[in-house]
């Protein structure tokens, strides 16, 4: 049985640092692609960020270039979402996600999703 489970979220004030962890389990890590969204209330869940089995490729959302980092280890069986410079409207419930293949950008993309951590950035 595939799990991912996200940690490290919480309440920050804007400019501040936050590093989310996603910890997968049941599936042979390497062979998935992993990514980040969020989905603020009332909106829909977005693409943040994703990187590819290697590590080697990494891919952002526009609003989150510059200021978020997107890494994995493959021994750990974890990936990570570095973000700093945060902004209120980053404000949102994070979710890592996994697909075998490449990695993708919409939510359909994925079969595999953890239950979320709450980021709160306050102004």
């Known amino acids: 049985q595939i799990q991912l489970v996200e940690s490290g979220g919480g309440l920050v004030q804007a400019g501040g640092s936050l590093r989310l962890s996603c910890a997968a389990s049941?599936?042979?890590?390497?062979?998935?692609?992993m990514g980040w969204f969020r989905q603020a209330p009332g909106k829909e869940r977005e693409f943040v960020a994703g990187v590819s089995r290697t590590g080697g490729s990494t891919y952002y959302a526009d609003s989150v270039k510059g200021r978020y980092t997107i890494s994995r280890d493959n021994a750990k069986n974890t990936v990570y979402l570095q973000m700093n410079s945060l902004k209120p409207e980053d404000t949102a419930v994070y979710y890592c996600a996994g697909r075998t293949g490449v990695v993708g950008t919409r939510t359909n993309d994925y079969g595999y999703w953890g239950q979320g951590t709450q980021v709160t950035v306050s102004s």
């Open positions: 049941g599936l042979t890590f390497s062979n998935y692609a």
